[in-house]
């Protein structure tokens, strides 16, 4: 990680005792985990209560509407894993048809194609040069801040 994204670590890890650096650490993952958690909850309540009470089953029991939610969030998942082929597939073709005058329906198949296997073979690609590297520290990194 370079620039941004370490430049919180990087910082409390400068300022703070290393416990208050792991507190501090663990209130953004806290918060990012809180508002994933409340989006899936939202959505999988509303997908139980909204659709398929209201539409599908008026006299549906708790049981189902718990188990309506739970498959709820496995498809919203799916969806979301789908949502990132959907804009590796169509957003360059997309762009190049709108800028590109010779793009034609050869060009267009292609690249929704090539988008939608990037997308799949990229999610199985793990570990080696694939692995995202650890924040590098290193012992001059305090130095650096402190004469900023």
Known sequence: MTG???????????????????????????????????????????????????????????????????????????????????GAAFGPVLLISLYWKRMNWHGAIAGVLTGGLVVVIWKQLEGGIFERDAPRRSKGHRALLSKS
């Open 4 to 86: 941004f994204r370490s430049f919180f670590m990087v910082l409390v890890d400068a300022l703070f005792h290393p416990v208050i650096a792991g507190i501090l650490l663990a209130a953004i993952l806290a918060a990012i985990m809180s508002t994933a958690d409340s989006q899936l909850l939202v959505s999988s309540s509303a997908l139980a209560e909204d659709l398929y009470r209201q539409l599908l089953r008026k006299q549906a029991t708790q049981r189902e509407l718990v188990l309506v939610g739970r498959a709820a969030v496995v498809l919203l998942g799916l969806v979301a894993y789908a949502w990132a082929g959907f």
